[in-house]
């Protein structure tokens, strides 16, 4: 099992760029496929990007690649998501979620997820 905690949402300017993270509890975090998902009100969540246990396979949404990078740093139980050319329709609470096996955009085989942080683009 493993616990997932987002931090380093907040207000920012449309061009501009914000890293959110994702730190996991737990030894066994090299074995998790990651996945940052996000959702806005009355929408479904929707899949931004996921990253295998190595970090070898990224994957990432066609709104958001070339302008969103996924990482992680196993040593640190974390994963990353920088986000550069922030747009208005970026402004979501996102989340990160993990799974075990391949990688996956459907956030209906991510087992375990966090409660998000609030990624806010102005004009």
């Known amino acids: 099992q493993v616990t997932l905690v987002e931090s380093g949402g907040g207000l920012v300017q449309a061009g501009g760029s914000l890293t959110v993270s994702c730190a996991a509890s737990?030894?066994?975090?090299?074995?998790?496929?990651m996945g940052w998902f996000r959702q806005v009100p009355g929408k479904e969540r929707e899949f931004v990007s996921t990253?295998?246990?190595?970090?070898?396979?990224?994957n990432y949404a066609d709104s958001v690649k070339g302008r969103f990078t996924i990482s992680r740093d196993n040593a640190k139980n974390t994963v990353y998501l920088q986000m550069n050319s922030l747009k208005p329709g970026d402004t979501a609470v996102y989340y990160c979620?993990?799974?075990?096996?391949?990688?996956?955009?459907?956030?209906?085989?991510?087992?375990?997820w966090g409660r998000g942080t609030q990624v806010t683009v102005s004009n």
């Open positions: 979620a993990a799974r075990q096996m391949a990688t996956s955009r459907r956030s209906v085989e991510y087992a375990y």
């Open positions: 990253i295998s246990t190595n970090g070898g396979i990224t």
């Open positions: 737990g030894r066994t975090f090299s074995t998790y496929v």
